[in-house]
């Protein structure tokens, strides 16, 4: 089944989505039956498809647990993805064609292992991806490596300037990228579970509350037209900006503490102000870069470091405050900006960490259903009919866009099938929801985790 993940989570049953993040915590009881944690620290991921991820508290004591006979491992590794020329990028409302390569483009992947369970953590420099292409990279990578496929966590940054692999708006994969992004995925996957050594482990939470605004605004009783023609009836007087500034940091090293992997998650959608045409990563793939950077780490050393970022649940967040002066920068200074302040936050936390030569490791993963709602007879003839009155089959204006959609929307299914995941590493939890997530449902989650 096509999903285009993006309409779904504009379209779906609100309610059916609350019931998942019900679920979610639900999911995570079992993982801590009997814990008390002094320090709640949870990491929202939105799994584009991405995820919400939870961390939750080190042993108490804060001290390094040791766990002798045990052996802890952990590999990471990359695979490029960056599209050819004259292909596409989504992420706008309109298809943009690849004239330049800014930066590269990757998948970033971590594998855990406790020497009974193996864990994969991975991201992608994409604005979204189908749930097929991920299912089928799962089965090539559990083929070669015996990973189960339920132990393996996928996602997509969200960066709007990557590489299309999923059908947005007005921009459509190429067939021969999407095998490609299914091997290379699947790679990364490989690669890493090849690069286990034995490893130690920590975590911390940084907070970095000057770079994230909710774009949801909240107003007093008002009618706004809606995309498809309704009316929406907006009627509260709440106006406070919810953002989660949180900053989660995992950080694996060798025994003798040469950095492995780190990876981090922000609830932050992406920042944008490419070149025009250009491929770019986003703060995402600077971030990474910096990482590298701050954590002196050797280039030349094989396996190299990997630091990823995560998108946490930043569905209505984003980086414009529209309480204040929007300055106009030259293309990629904002980008570079905030990858550097999220870095710096991220060293701090790092700095912190106590870690642990061993710590078990283990997964769940639940299939819900969710409704789409799909439009009615009037929304559907009045798409047609602006359809029909287009200049071009590029549809331009706002509403142009919104028809197009409803058009395609009406083919959906009523109901489309979403899996939840959640990782327990030691203390932590770390749990995944896919889709353009509203962080005021990972921040519950966060709250309510046990």
């Keep these: ?125 994409l604005c979204m991806i189908y749930r097929e292409q991920l299912d089928e990279a799962k089965k090539r990578a559990y083929a070669i490596t015996g990973i189960p496929i339920e132990n393996m966590m996928m996602s997509a940054t969200h960066t709007h300037s990557g590489g299309t692999a999923c059908s947005v708006f007005q921009s459509d994969p190429d067939k021969d ?12 996957v490989i690669r890493a579970n090849n690069n286990l050594a034995p490893a130690r482990i920590g975590w911390d939470i940084g907070n970095e509350p000057t770079l994230v605004f909710n774009r949801r605004w909240r107003m007093n009783p008002v009618e706004i037209k809606n995309p498809f023609g309704g009316i929406d009836q907006l009627s509260t007087n709440q106006v406070k900006d919810i953002t989660d500034p949180g900053l989660p940091v995992i950080s694996i090293q060798t025994p003798d503490g040469h950095p492995i992997a780190l990876l981090a998650n922000y609830s932050l959608h992406y920042v944008g102000g490419t070149g ?85 490791l283990s997964s769940v993963q639940k299939e819900i259903t969710l409704g789409v709602r799909l439009p009615d007879k009037k929304e559907i003839e009045r798409a047609k009919e602006i359809i029909a009155n287009a200049k071009s089959p590029i549809m331009d204006s706002r509403e142009e866009i919104y028809a197009r959609e409803t058009m395609l929307l009406k083919d959906y299914p009523k109901q489309v099938p979403l899996i939840l995941q959640a990782f327990r590493l030691g203390d932590l939890a770390i749990t995944a929801i896919p889709c353009e997530v509203f962080v005021e449902i990972g921040l519950e989650i966060k709250e309510k985790s046990p």
Aim: with cysteine; hydrophobic share 40%; aromatic share 8%.
């Design 1 to 125: 089944m096509r999903n285009n993940i993006r309409t779904v989570v504009l379209q779906q049953d609100c309610s059916r989505l609350l019931e998942g993040k019900i679920q979610i915590t639900e999911m995570l009881i079992p993982f801590f039956p009997s814990r008390h944690f002094s320090r709640p620290l949870l990491f929202c991921i939105s799994l584009l498809l991405l995820s919400a991820l939870g961390l939750n508290a080190q042993n108490n004591s804060g001290l390094i647990e040791n766990k002798p006979g045990k052996i802890f491992r952990c590999g990471a590794a990359t695979s490029n993805i960056t599209p050819k020329m004259g292909t596409s990028i989504n992420g706008n409302m309109k298809d943009i064609t690849v004239k330049q390569i800014h930066d590269e483009t990757h998948v970033r992947c971590i594998v855990l292992d406790d020497g009974q369970t193996r864990l994969a953590i991975l991201t992608a420099d």
């Design 177 to 188: 990228y999407l095998r490609f992004l299914t091997e290379r995925i699947a790679d990364a």
């Design 276 to 360: 025009p045409g250009e491929v770019s990563a986003d703060y995402f793939g600077m971030f990474a870069e910096r990482m590298k950077q701050l954590l002196q780490s050797d280039s030349n050393k094989y396996p190299p470091f990997v630091a990823m970022l995560s998108n946490g649940t930043s569905g209505n967040i984003n980086n414009v405050n529209n309480k204040g002066n929007r300055l106009s920068l030259p293309p990629y200074t904002r980008m570079q900006q905030v990858a550097n302040i999220v870095a710096a936050e991220a060293f701090k936390a790092y700095q912190n960490i106590k870690y642990q030569d061993w710590v078990s």
